[in-house]
């Protein structure tokens, strides 16, 4: 199976502040990563798809970068609304997986 | 607008069955992968299964193989997740998730989940 490690797993943060969140994947999964963010109690919502494309209607302050086995997820300037937990989670091999999630909370 | 409900969820034995519900609306179900995908209380994400829009294709995690089966109703725009020899470790807020479309897997809506809970 495809492991996905996150880092950090938790992450405090000011409002406006520039966040970034990496996702390792075992193998090369070239650009078949996801991303989600989930508040708590609330369903996952998709950020990101093929590692770069940005779901409609998702804030632009949203970007993701990378390929094969390296990926970024950055948030350019912290709102409010952005503290909850964040997965990456690959769809380029059998099982599907998940990291294990990372935390952002506010500083 | 599209729309998934999970319905079937419950209080069940180790050792028990359960059939989990999908309802799909917004969208036309027949054409799109169709996932389920858990979340124990307090932990992360795991995908468990998923079926090919005419059913012939059905993929699982190891740990559900031989003890879960998912299976699609597209005349009822229904999905279900026949879930036998339940463990504790099954215990999770099932949630049903649709592709992104043209095939590509990752998770563009999501129902609100239903909740499995196995314990004696």
């Known amino acids: 199976d495809i492991q996905l490690t996150q880092s950090p797993s938790t992450l405090s943060a000011f409002v406006g502040d520039r966040v970034t969140i990496t996702c390792r994947a075992s193998?090369?999964?070239?650009?078949?990563l996801a991303w989600y963010q989930q508040k708590p109690g609330k369903v996952p919502q998709l950020l990101i798809y093929?590692?770069?494309s940005i779901e409609s209607g998702v804030p632009s302050r949203f970007s993701g970068s990378g390929s094969g086995t390296e990926f970024t997820l950055t948030i350019s300037s912290l709102q409010p609304d952005d503290f909850a937990t964040y997965y990456c989670?690959?769809?380029?091999?059998?099982?599907?997986?998940f990291g294990q999630g990372t935390k952002v909370d506010i500083k | 607008e599209v729309q998934l409900v999970e319905s079937g969820g419950g209080l069940v034995q180790p050792g028990g069955s359960l059939r989990l519900s999908c309802a799909a609306s917004?969208?036309?179900?027949?054409?799109?992968?169709m996932n389920w995908v858990r979340q124990a209380p307090g932990k992360g994400l795991e995908w468990v299964a998923n079926?090919?829009?005419?059913?012939?294709?059905?993929y699982y995690v190891d740990s559900v193989k031989g003890r879960f089966t998912i299976s699609r109703d597209n005349a009822k725009n229904s999905l279900y997740l026949q879930m036998n020899s339940l463990r504790a470790e099954d215990t999770a807020l099932y949630y049903c998730?649709?592709?992104?479309?043209?095939?590509?897997?990752?998770?563009?809506?999501w129902g609100q989940g239903t909740l499995v809970t196995v314990s004696s």
């Open positions: 998730a649709r592709e992104g479309g043209r095939g590509y897997q990752y998770f563009q809506h």
């Open positions: 917004g969208f036309t179900f027949s054409s799109y992968w």
């Open positions: 079926i090919k829009q005419d059913g012939r294709e059905r």
């Open positions: 193998q090369s999964i070239s650009s078949w």
């Open positions: 093929k590692a770069s």
């Open positions: 989670q690959q769809y380029d091999r059998y099982p599907w997986t």
